[in-house]
Structures are given as structure tokens and as C-alpha cells.
């Protein structure tokens, strides 16, 4: 069996929900399970409207779950032939007409809590879902809705819940497998749970593929694969460098290094369940299909080419920490990281020599604050308008002379900090961000001109 995910964009509307079940038809002889998400935007409008619902906004509130109806009404219109419309709009109108009772009473309480926003933000994929089934089913698929809060138990601390993948992998089995057996096409809302004692919960923003990976996981798929709308995962921004390449193949290590620089089409993280089970994940687009995607898994065959991808963020605060008094002595990098922890300022790149410090942090307005804490123990100088760049590849371990390599690329660009991580599959420094673009055209110019066929497009 397959696990089919399919993101926000990719079931955003009918003409959408249509090609996936294309798409999804194709694949029935691999047995596939189905883990949709809301429609795009609709995460974002119920978090919304529970919101203005907690502050009291009541017509806010409901105006919201209004055009949230329609939107669903119309998708479900297009979709669904006369003869199941009116039982579809009538659940379809039964989940709205509970999601106005249940924001009314967050307006009557005066408090939107963690798990009434659960509550609230899990009817875009329990909609989408129900809505979905019987468009496959009206197109020839023997889909069967199953709902995601018997399967995905997780624990109680909402808007984050934790999964329990023993009990989900037990229930999967129970649930998921015997439908599968049959021949149908089970379809799950991801993104939402709940504990073992039926309260709703979610598992986090993007939490889709998550839920795509337990049951992956728990099943034993032969693969997942993560339908998006780009053609996968790219070695640069192609915004940046038109002639980016599409990466065939990338390992799970190497991907996680990238989603820091918001060159995810995924969260790598939510990933994990089924790369530890070396289960293959593909990312994949749901607006041209016959594209091959980028393959995630947990060792990536050897590859002739040293980096798979280069990326950069910008907006980046230099902080250099200078004390004599370090020369020998002990405590002192606690006392320093301490001041960030603190001010709750999470550190991307250190680098350090005897009597120096150098950090970067994302530049925001508690710098000044930390600057000054960081004064009565040292001399401290901080500087913004920086950007980390960072070159990926999990053949930098085995490639002497790599770093001379990247800085003659560079040319006269004036590098401030470097650090070459402990897992030696990057290469990090930090330049002026003025230099990002001439940087990473240079860069992949220089690695990318020629590349390993098997690796990339
Ligand atoms: N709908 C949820 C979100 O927007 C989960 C997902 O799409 O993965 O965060
Ligand atoms: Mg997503």
C-alpha cells in the first residue's frame, strides 16, 4: 500500500479535488490511503474566527464561518452529482450550523483556550474530507471516509499534540487495513486527533504530512507521497538562479538541514516516522503529475556531485562577544548563552577563538537588550543587514579541500563568519546581505553547471 497526501493547495477547490482524483485513480492497483488537508486559506480563517470569537467579536466570528460555508457549498456543488448533493449540503450544513454554536459559546465564555481552538480549527479537514469521498466516489472510486480522531491519538497538549505511534500504528491496523483488504480507498483528514479519550486535538501547523507519515508508518507503506504544487525540492531558489535543478534524490539529513532556511516544501521533521522505517517519501506536484519529484530517504544513494542545494536567509544579526578575561577560563560560554536563553533568542551559527565570541542570532528588537545584558560581561559589538548561507551535501565529509573550493568561488566577497557544522553535511558562513544574490549565483554557477544526472534533473 501508498499513502497519497494531499496538501492545501492541491484540494483547494473542485477543479483541484478533480485532478487528484485523477491522480489517486491511477494509483489503485497500489492500494492507496488518502490524507487530505483544508483547502488552502481555511486553516487560517477558522484560527481566525475563533479568535475574534474569544475577543468577543461575535459577527466577526460568524461572518467568517459564513463564507467558510459557501466556500465549501460551491466546492461540494461542483463536485457531487444531484443525486448525493442534498445528503453532502445537508452534513456539510449540520458541521457549520455546530461550528456557529460552538464559536457562539466561545463568545459567551469570553475565552478562546487551547482546546476550543482545536475544536474550531479541526472542521477545514473534517470537511474537506467528507467532501472529498464522495467526489472520489462519484468518480468510480470505492472511497470510504474514515475519521482521523480514532486513528491519530496523540497527547493533550493542544495545538501541538504530541502522536502516540504505537497506539496509532495499532490502530491503523484495526481501523485502516481491513478497508484496504476490501479494495476501498480509505480517506483521512490529517492535521487532527485526539487523546485516548476522544478530546480533539491537533498535531501542529502543516501537520498533514505528519499525519500522512503515522499511518505510513504504521501501516508499512511502501511509500508516502506528499502532493504539493511546486515539482519538488530545487537546489537553489530559482527566483535567485533561474537554472535552479530539481533534486532527484535527497537524504532525510540533508532535507533537515535545509527546512531551517525556508527551503521546505516540507517539514522534514514530520517526515521522520517513515524514514526511520526507510520508507521512501516523495514530494510531488499535483498540477503536472508525470513529474518525478524529489525521492527522501534515509541514505541517499552515493551521489558524484558534493552538494545537493545552497540556501540563504536573510535578515541576520552578527553579535561579537570579546572578553581577555576568557583567555583561559572556564564558564565563560555559559554566561554568554545564557543571556540568550534569557531573552528566549535561539542561536543559529558560533563561532569562537580564544578571547572571542561571535553568534547569529534572527535579527529582531530584543537585541539591544541582550547587547546590554552581554556588557557587564564583556565588549560586545552587534550589526544587522547579514545573511546565512548555507551549502548542503552529505559528500562535503569525504571531499577535501571542499571550503578553498567555495571561497575561490566567492571571488573577493567578504565572508564574516564561517562554521562548518559538526555533521559535516554543510557549510555555513555568513555574509553581508547585499552579497546574497552575486553569492549564490556564484556558488551555483560553480557546483551546479555540471551535476550528477542521478541526483538531479
Ligand atoms: N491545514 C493545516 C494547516 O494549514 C494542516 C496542513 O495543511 O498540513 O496548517
Ligand atoms: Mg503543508
Same mark, same amino acid.
Given at each position: ?8 493547495? #492541491?484540494?483547494?477547490? =473542485? ?8 491522480? !489517486? ?13 483544508? $483547502? ?16 468577543? %467579536? @461575535? ?8 463564507? /467558510? ?73 470505492? #472511497? ?16 501541538? =499534540? ?8 495499532? @490502530? ?11 479494495? %476501498? ?35 508499512? =507503506? ?7 504544487? !511546486? ?30 532556511? +525556508? ?51 536573510? @535578515? ?9 578575561? $576568557? /583567555? +583561559? ?26 578571547? #572571542? ?16 545584558? /552581554? ?7 552587534? *550589526? ?16 577535501? %579541500?571542499? *571550503? ?15 562554521? %562548518?557544522?559538526? #555533521? ?34
Amino acid at each position: 500500500m501508498i499513502v497519497m497526501k494531499f496538501g492545501g493547495t #492541491s484540494v483547494m477547490d =473542485a477543479t483541484a479535488i478533480e485532478r487528484t482524483a485523477q491522480i !489517486v485513480k491511477g494509483r489503485l492497483p497500489r492500494h492507496p490511503v488518502v490524507v487530505v488537508s483544508a $483547502m488552502s486559506g481555511v486553516t487560517d480563517a477558522l484560527l481566525k474566527a475563533g479568535k475574534a470569537a474569544g475577543e468577543g %467579536q @461575535r459577527e466577526q466570528a460568524l461572518e467568517q464561518a459564513r463564507s /467558510l460555508r459557501q466556500r465549501h457549498h460551491a466546492t461540494a456543488k461542483e463536485l457531487v452529482g444531484s443525486a448525493q448533493i442534498v445528503d453532502l449540503l445537508a452534513e456539510v450544513d449540520r458541521e457549520f450550523d455546530t461550528l456557529d454554536e460552538l464559536l457562539k459559546g466561545i463568545v459567551a465564555v469570553g475565552e478562546l483556550s487551547p482546546r476550543s481552538s482545536d475544536y474550531v480549527v479541526s472542521y477545514g479537514e473534517r470537511l474537506n474530507s467528507r467532501i472529498i469521498t464522495e467526489a472520489y466516489k462519484a468518480r468510480g472510486i470505492r #472511497s470510504v471516509l474514515v475519521d482521523a480522531r480514532k486513528v491519530i491519538i496523540t497527547d493533550s497538549q493542544h495545538g501541538k =499534540a504530541i502522536p502516540q505511534a504505537d497506539e496509532i500504528e495499532h @490502530r491503523a491496523k484495526n481501523l485502516v487495513r481491513p478497508l484496504l483488504d476490501d479494495g %476501498q480507498v480509505p480517506i483521512l483528514g490529517g492535521f487532527i486527533g485526539a487523546t485516548e479519550h476522544g478530546v480533539q486535538t491537533t498535531i501542529g501547523r502543516g501537520g498533514s504530512d505528519y499525519s500522512a507519515a503515522l499511518i505510513g508508518s504504521g501501516l508499512d =507503506a511502501e511509500a508516502i507521497e506528499i502532493w504539493t504544487d !511546486v515539482d519538488g525540492m530545487m537546489t537553489t531558489d530559482p527566483r535567485i538562479c533561474p537554472d535552479a535543478r530539481r533534486i532527484r534524490v535527497i537524504s532525510f539529513e540533508e532535507a533537515a538541514e535545509l527546512a531551517y532556511f +525556508g527551503a521546505k516544501v516540507l517539514h522534514p521533521a514530520t517526515v521522520l516516522p517513515a524514514v526511520q522505517k526507510n520508507i521512501p517519501v516523495l514530494v510531488l506536484n499535483s498540477l503536472n503529475p508525470s513529474n518525478e519529484g524529489t525521492l527522501i530517504v534515509g541514505r541517499a544513494p552515493k551521489s558524484k556531485s558534493t552538494f545537493k542545494a545552497i540556501a540563504a536567509k536573510r @535578515r541576520i544579526t552578527i553579535v561579537d562577544v570579546v572578553a581577555a578575561r $576568557m /583567555l +583561559g577560563a572556564h564558564g565563560f560560554l555559559k554566561a554568554i548563552f545564557d543571556v540568550f536563553d534569557k531573552h528566549q533568542c535561539s542561536i543559529d551559527v558560533v563561532s569562537t577563538s580564544e578571547v #572571542s565570541v561571535s553568534l547569529t542570532v534572527d535579527s529582531n528588537e530584543a537585541i539591544p537588550a541582550i547587547a546590554a545584558d /552581554l556588557e557587564k560581561i564583556a565588549d560586545v559589538k552587534y *550589526a544587522g543587514r547579514n545573511a546565512i548561507i548555507c551549502l548542503v551535501g552529505e559528500n562535503i565529509r569525504e571531499t577535501p %579541500q571542499i *571550503a578553498a573550493q567555495v571561497f575561490a568561488a566567492l571571488g573577493e566577497i567578504n565572508v564574516r563568519m564561517i562554521s %562548518q557544522g559538526a #555533521s559535516e553535511i554543510n557549510i555555513t558562513f555568513v555574509i553581508g546581505e547585499d552579497d546574497v544574490l552575486e553569492a549564490m549565483r556564484r556558488l551555483h554557477k560553480a557546483f551546479f553547471t555540471e551535476v550528477d544526472p542521478e541526483a538531479f534533473d
